[in-house]
């Protein structure tokens, strides 16, 4: 639902005017709107009923004027705070608690406030809250302090490419990285990086006390008390120059003697504990300025020429040590030392014949430890320790094979840090160079150990100038590609410096490269460096922390398709929003393009990528914001990108995109399922052919033991009915032959003995038949089984006693054996004779003359302690073989060999109680030396 709100002339509580140029809202929900004329009206959305606040001329507190253009809601108070921008009102502050404004408007002649009463943006500063960007219509920008109430202006300057490019200003906004964008009319957008503040520029392009004569700086020096600095420039004399009075002032040539400064180099400057300022010039000399005179007057390091003309050095560096004596390094002319008080000189050069000489005449660097021992670096000469009393030197110099040594022969600067008084720290042509004090032999040179720094480190150029340590211990120094900003730390008496960040022209530097012995420190822990461009005021206080957090986002995603006639890249739309993108097969080749969301100098930021599923390792990308991406295997990815900024260390805020590259159709989940199941049913095709095959083979195996059971079935029978027909045959043979000699007439024997005869073979005959009767019972399972019970001794010694006459005749011996006078029990007493007539008739058949058979039982109990009675049938003759052992109770079986006669195979048969479960319960058949036993 949209509701509208007009003026309304007859209702106060109505929106004041029908031009509306901001709204903001208060912690209360209250809707702050600006007009054109109206003033502000406060819209109370519970009530729908506005509150309006226009200019009073009467009243100071009210609204500077009623055209507002801009209201901004200050993020950093606690309490509701508004400044407001207006038309010919200037800035205003609205504190909402108190309904009061304050307005700050131009007055001319006064350069602290705001520069024009046309106020059309404001924005607080990221960096710090305490200041306030505002911008007016017509004199460009300006920088509003909270605290002091004072505005400093940044005017428009066509001449000056680093100012604000247009007078009226529009709007600006912060980001959130901290950059500061202006909308101007006619010079487009501009960008405030504060981090610039950092390093002040002065050059010829400058106002005020930041103007020089010439942008190459040579050397630098503060006056002691603090209120200037003292600058030189090629060709441009020396300058002094105060911030704090705005003012800067300019010596062409050194009062006292003609000498014309522009036409030669200020190497250094300094101004000594007492007040005297000393400079030190190239093809000049050593010039002096006592405290309290204006003129400089020269001091002689050489007695004047045989002409009398004055002898000129070129002074390279003036250093003053401890004890307030001056040092003076030169070129070609060794080291001086000078009293500055008498101006009294002493020289130390280079003299080959002389040990413990200077290595070099060449002087760049002086500087002093906490011993006092005195250090100079040279040009090519290496590092030089001076024992100010003997005037003795000891020169540490690069030596190729010692990896400790100095890196490099030429020293440009030598600082002693005051954080780490057991370090002297060297900046040399071959990078920085740590000396520890306190782990080196100094009497020996070849066991001093030198820590060296350099690209490893994060040096990217060797060439070190000027070195400085900043209040918070971080070391600064000047090289041929801009400033590098170092850390040190210690681990146990281990140091290590690294390069944690670099600045360059982009940053606000004059330039890249910067001059030798042009960089100071004062008190209060603002550093100078002098270039080729100008001089830079570096405040380390001010410098914010490296963007190393930037959040970064995927601007670009492109995958090449084909598609009909159609080839090429396809962009995949809305990005930056996705967290998955799928692909086909066919669109495994693609490209990305990322990008860090920190504005403030994006060739400074670098990128590294990581492809989980591809790889475990971390690829840094450089400056490179594209990757492409060619032939991946299908499967699930992981793309992260992370980025840094000037140097530091990686950011936390890694940018994630899931890859997914379906594979083909072949290769597809539903294609393995598919070739699963083919594989499956292959497998149960195989499986059941082989199980048809064994089958088969069972079964023909099966059939060929049959029908091999088969014919040993026949050739059993055919043997069984040979034996069973010559069995019958001995029978009928007696029955027969007494017949028929008794029918034949002439018998005149005694007939009842032949009848006795043949009623013994019917009986023989009978039993023959019954044996065959029973083994069809057995088969047929109907054999009857009448128990009663009886005493299994007797009845067994009864059986045993049948066979006396037998055993007579052959003269065989029978014995009996028990181990109990009598055990009755429950058995089947014609069945039991069966079994042991046969058992008997079996050993009477295989013992021979003189030999012996025995009937044996044995009452006892098994294993289970259940009474059992045990009847064994032995004999000592001839045997069974080993091999017709597990045969015998087999029917009609009959073992082979020579040595066995010849019979039916059924009296074992019958014999075997397993057909006969009621009769007992285990059979078993022992082999002895001589003979067999068979146990019932």
């Known amino acids: 639902m949209i509701t509208n709100y007009q003026p309304n002339p007859d209702d106060p509580n109505s929106l004041s005017h029908k031009t509306v140029t901001s709204i903001s809202e208060d912690k209360s929900g209250a809707l702050w709107i600006g007009t ?24 100071s507190n009210s609204l500077g004027h009623d055209r507002v253009i801009s209201i901004y809601k200050d993020p950093s108070e606690k309490e509701d705070l508004f400044w407001i921008g207006t038309v010919d009102g200037g800035l205003n502050r609205l504190e909402v608690s108190s309904r009061r404004f ?31 960007w505002v911008g007016t219509w017509d004199s460009g920008l300006c920088l509003f302090d909270k605290q002091t109430k004072r505005f400093k202006s940044f005017g428009y300057d066509p001449a000056n490419p680093q100012a604000v490019s247009a007078q009226m200003l529009f709007s600006i906004v912060a980001d959130r990285t901290g950059n500061i964008w202006i909308g101007t009319q006619g010079g487009g957008v501009n960008k405030i990086d504060p981090q610039k503040q950092v390093f002040e520029l002065w050059s010829t392009a400058g106002k005020g006390y930041r103007r020089l004569a010439n942008n190459d700086i040579t050397a630098i020096g503060e006056e ?51 007040g005297n300022l000393w400079v030190g010039a190239s093809g000049l000399g050593l010039f002096v300025r006592k405290t309290g005179d204006s003129r400089f007057q020269f001091v002689e390091l050489e007695k004047p020429g045989p002409a009398g003309e004055l002898t000129k050095v070129d002074v390279k560096i003036i250093y003053e040590d401890r004890s307030g004596q001056l040092w003076v390094g030169s070129l070609s002319k060794g080291l001086f030392h000078v009293d500055p008080e008498t101006y009294a000189v002493r020289n130390y050069q280079h003299d080959e014949t002389e040990k413990g000489s200077l ?5 760049l660097a002086i500087g002093e430890d906490a011993a006092g021992r005195l250090w100079l670096g040279t040009r090519s000469g290496g590092l030089n320790l001076l024992d100010k009393n003997t005037g003795q030197f000891i020169c540490y110099k690069n030596d190729p094979e010692r990896l400790k040594s100095l890196v490099s022969n030429s020293i440009n600067d030598i600082l002693y840090p005051k954080n780490n008084p057991e370090l002297l720290v060297l900046a040399t042509a071959g990078g920085i160079c740590l000396l520890n004090l306190n782990q080196s032999r100094l009497d020996d040179p070849g066991k001093a150990n030198f820590i060296p720094i350099g690209q490893n480190e994060g040096l990217t150029d060797n060439t070190v100038y000027d070195i400085l340590e900043d209040p918070q211990g971080r070391f600064w120094a000047s090289t041929t590609k801009g400033l590098f900003v170092l850390a040190l730390q210690k681990t146990g008496n281990t140091y290590q410096m690294k390069a944690v960040r670099q600045y360059d022209k982009s940053d606000g530097l004059q330039s890249n490269e910067f001059n030798l012995g042009a960089s100071f420190i004062n008190a209060k822990g603002v550093m100078y460096f002098g270039g080729v461009n100008g001089l830079n005021l570096i405040h380390p206080d001010k410098e914010s922390a490296a963007l190393s957090h930037s959040p970064v986002v995927f601007t670009l995603f492109e995958k090449y398709a084909k598609s009909g006639d159609f080839t090429g890249a396809v962009t995949v739309p809305g990005i930056s929003l996705l967290e998955q993108i799928t692909l086909t097969y066919a669109e495994n080749i693609f490209s990305v393009e990322f990008a860090a969301l920190n504005y403030k100098n994006i060739s400074k930021n670098k990128y590294a990528y990581l492809l989980e599923g591809e790889s475990d390792n971390w690829i840094d990308l450089g400056q490179r914001r594209r990757l492409t991406f060619a032939n991946l295997a299908p499967g699930y990815y992981t793309l992260r990108i992370r980025s840094s900024y000037q140097g530091g260390p990686w950011g936390d805020q890694v940018a994630s995109l899931r890859i997914v590259i379906r594979p083909p159709w072949w290769r597809s989940t539903l294609a393995w399922v598919a070739y699963t199941m083919l594989l499956a049913g292959a497998i149960l095709l195989i499986r059941r052919y082989e199980r048809n095959r064994m089958r088969i083979k069972s079964e023909l195996k099966i059939q060929a033991s049959r029908a091999e059971q088969l014919k040993d079935l026949d050739r059993l029978k055919s043997d069984f009915f040979a034996n069973i027909s010559h069995e019958f045959r001995t029978p009928l043979t007696l029955i027969s032959g007494p017949l028929e000699q008794l029918m034949s007439g002439t018998y005149h024997g005694n007939a009842q003995q032949e009848y006795a005869l043949m009623k013994s073979n019917a009986q023989r005959l009978q039993k023959l038949i019954d044996q065959l009767l029973d083994l069809s019972k057995l088969d047929a399972g109907k054999l ?55 058992l008997l ?46 045969f015998v109770f087999d029917r009609f079986y009959k073992s082979e060999g020579p040595s066995f006669e010849a019979g039916t195979g059924i009296g074992l048969a019958l014999a075997r109680p397993v057909q006969l479960p009621a009769l007992g319960k285990r059979t078993g058949l022992y082999q002895n030396e001589i003979g067999a036993t068979l146990s019932v």
């Open 102 to 132: 304050t307005s700050y408007q131009k007055q001319d002649g006064n350069p602290s406030v705001v520069p024009s009463n046309r106020v059309h943006g404001i924005c607080i500063d990221p960096a710090n809250p305490r200041y306030l």
């Open 224 to 274: 002691r008390s603090g209120q200037g600095v003292w600058v030189s420039t090629v060709n441009g004399g020396l300058h002094y120059l105060s911030p704090q009075k705005n003012t800067s002032q300019s010596f062409p040539q050194l009062p006292g003697p003609p000498f014309s400064l522009s036409d030669y180099h200020i190497h250094t400057i300094l101004e000594d504990r007492k």
């Open 841 to 886: 008739s079996n050993a009477f058949k295989f013992t021979p003359a003189n030999g012996r058979i025995w009937i044996q039982i044995e009452k006892t109990t098994n294993n289970d302690d259940q009474p059992y009675v045990s009847i064994k049938v032995g004999d000592n003759g001839k045997g069974i073989s080993p091999g017709s052992l597990p």
């Open 359 to 363: 290595s070099s005449n060449d002087i």
């Open 36 to 59: 054109f004329g109206g003033g502000i009206c406060r819209l109370d959305p519970s009530r729908e009923k506005f509150d309006r606040f226009i200019h009073n001329p009467e009243n």
């Open 784 to 838: 009857d089984i009448q128990k009663r019970n009886e005493d299994i001794v007797d009845f067994a010694r009864q059986i045993l006693s049948a066979f006396q006459s037998l055993a007579e005749k052959g003269h065989i011996q029978l014995d009996f054996q028990s181990n109990v006078p009598s055990c009755a029990f429950d058995f089947d007493p014609e069945q039991m004779e069966k079994i042991l007539f046969n």
